[in-house]
């Protein structure tokens, strides 16, 4: 079965940069795309970022130019590297295989504030 494991999520100061990774098992990585969704209080979970197997990648217009993913495939890892936070940015972060939709981990929180 597919399991995700968010990580990496913190409390941190607007402006300042964290990096999340996402664990995968149950599924073959590395012909897998994996996104990263996030969902603020009372709002919509929305896409962010993809990556595809070949690499090549998407972004939200809202973090474009200042989020960055990648994927390990040595690792069967997704990371989502976040600079430039914004109080906005402040959501619980979640990974996600298109493949596998309907199966979500437990996410990390990113907290933007002073």
């Known amino acids: 079965q597919v399991q995700l494991v968010e990580s990496g999520g913190a409390l941190v100061q607007p402006g300042g940069s964290l990096r999340l990774s996402c664990a995968a098992s149950?599924?073959?990585?590395?012909?897998?795309?994996m996104d990263w969704y996030r969902q603020a209080p009372g709002k919509e979970r929305v896409l962010v970022a993809r990556i595809f197997r070949d690499g090549s990648t998407t972004y939200a217009d809202s973090v474009k130019g200042r989020f960055t993913i990648s994927r390990d495939n040595a690792q069967d890892t997704v990371y989502l590297q976040m600079n430039s936070l914004k109080p906005e940015d402040t959501a619980v972060y979640y990974c996600n295989v298109p493949a596998f939709s309907r199966s979500w981990g437990q996410g990390t929180q990113v907290t933007v504030s002073s």
């Open positions: 149950g599924i073959i990585f590395s012909i897998s795309t």
